[in-house]
């Protein structure tokens, strides 16, 4: 009685109390963003503050990498955004990978005698494939964004008239690059000083590529794929031996489609469909370990699995994966889990298998650069992007005039089908090169969720993109946080080369010696590998977690 005196409205009150309580658990406590370079994170907060959400801030945070870390990613390039909106929970994935120029052909890398001819593929205009990137900022901000395009590239804008330092980073990419960068004078112009690579401290101003993005900030779509813009790209390209024509930037097309899904142990990961490999490598690799307790097993049998899985999945990506607007690629075979079965069923526990015992002969090239940022909003909204120009500094080359940086993504064709290429690697049939076609990637933005909660990461570094997100999202699984996700020590296999590439760290002498002799060829990596960039929403804990991997100079937050 007296109770019910005292708080009349006590009904009301719990429900009241309840209803607090349940969005906040399904809000975030705040923002996390992890980016690969301090300047994007912090106009990624910019935008957030300014009453974006977190897909505004993906294209602040895509046209800011692209000012300020123009040896990853830029316009020049493309990518893969991957998206969970919350207030309906729809998850899709923007494809704006690069597309071969219609001019190309499969032979376009040969000699008259059928061999490659060597950096075609990799250095020049001829090396670039029609760029995504710009496509997707604009559709990005159109159909999810919050705020004026204009407003959400104004940071970007800035930063290339103003201008950002150099650092050591660099000038170690810009070094591996020097000669090629040098055939380019616009490049070399804006990215080099005297003709070398530029001092720590210097200041790199693009005001050419302030005027590209403010074309696109004003004009939309048709700022870069028509007008001005795009005939200063083909002429550039045309007068420095190119095939691209205001056609291809024309018929460039941003695809949606639909994220591969699975599970592992309960665990649910969302991740990139075909033209990338990544969700489906992985996905394939997960539902193999599904096969076995790996948390019960010693060190080394989990290591070896983790191998044997990598192996087997690798081996179905060169032979089934490519674009799938052009080939046919069975993903809903290549993840199911009866047939995990089958392939779990050819691993042994004591013993590697050689990969020339598996069916099957093709492979895949990685890359040097590219870059990922991971970000979720304090409403839930979640963006996983990877965006690459291929290698540091992609083609190396600029047309004239427009500041764009183009790729070298035509490398990640396989230039000549079943036969090794520039690498000594070879690939199939699925990713041959043809007019319009997108080579085949490995980049793969992802999100995880559990009990737990939800992570987003992802991280360059070409073929291995794929197995590091792997190895993030067991360690993910087993309780890590992002700073242990992105620390983690890697390794690697990919089927062909036989081989396990790993960082020095990632096995105990003792694990050297067991899988040596299991017949494991183990190969330690001269240099890390990876810029892995995680944030962890805790739901349980309501916290939330953010961090940029070691290895690099990234930034999160908090
Ligand atoms: O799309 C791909 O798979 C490659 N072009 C990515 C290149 C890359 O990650 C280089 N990174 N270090």
Known sequence: ?????????????????????????????????????????????????????????????????????????????????????????????????????????????????????????????????????????????????????????????????????????????????????????????????????????????????????????????????????????????????????????????????????????????????????????????????????????????????????????YRDRAQFLGDPDFFDVPVKQLIDKSYASELAASIKLDKATPSHTLPGVVNDEEGKDTTHFSIIDSEGNRVAATLTINYPFGSCFVPAGTGVLLNDEMDDFSSKPGTPNAYGLVGGKANAIAPGKRPLSSMSPTFLENDRGIAVLGTPGGSRIITMVLLASLNYFNGGNPTEMVGLKRFHHQYLPDEVQYEEGAFTEAEIKAMSAMGHHLKRMNRKYGNMQAVVLETGKNTIEAASDPRAAGKSYP
């Open 1 to 313: 009685m007296k109770l019910k005196y005292i708080f009349p409205g006590s009904g009301l009150l719990l429900l009241l109390l309840l209803f607090v309580h349940s969005s906040f658990a399904a809000t975030p406590p705040s923002v996390g963003i992890a980016t690969a370079h301090p300047l994007a994170t912090e106009t990624g907060l910019k935008i957030l503050n300014a009453g974006g959400n977190a897909f505004d801030a993906a294209v602040a945070i895509t046209a800011s990498l692209a000012v300020v870390e123009p040896m990853s990613s830029g316009l020049g390039g493309g990518g893969f955004w991957l998206l969970h909106r919350a207030k309906d929970k729809y998850e899709t994935m923007l494809d704006g990978r690069e597309k071969a120029p219609l001019a190309a052909h499969r032979d376009m890398y040969l000699d008259q005698d059928g061999n490659i001819i060597d950096g075609l593929s990799i250095s020049g205009p001829l090396a670039a494939g029609i760029p995504g990137i710009p496509a997707a900022i604009v559709h990005l901000s159109k159909k999810y964004g919050r705020l004026p395009l204009a407003q959400v590239l104004a940071p970007a804008i800035q930063q290339a008239k103003s201008g950002f330092a150099v650092d050591e980073r660099y000038r170690r990419m810009a070094g591996f690059r020097l000669k090629a960068l040098k055939q380019s004078p616009d490049a070399e112009k804006i990215f080099l000083y005297k003709g070398d690579v530029p001092p720590v401290g210097h200041i790199i101003k693009q005001p050419e590529l302030a005027a590209t993005l403010n074309a696109l900030a004003t004009q939309g779509h048709q700022g870069f794929y028509s007008g001005a813009v795009a005939k200063k790209l083909v002429e550039g390209s045309k007068t420095a031996g190119g095939i691209w024509t205001l056609k291809d930037l024309e018929e460039y097309n941003l695809v949606e489609r639909e994220p591969v899904k699975g599970n592992y142990n309960g665990m649910e990961i969302t991740s990139a469909p075909p033209p990338s490999s990544g969700g489906v490598a992985m996905l394939g690799i997960l539902n193999i370990l599904e096969k076995f307790d790996l948390n019960k097993q010693s060190t080394v049998t989990q290591k070896h699995l983790i191998i044997e899985a990598m192996r087997r999945a």
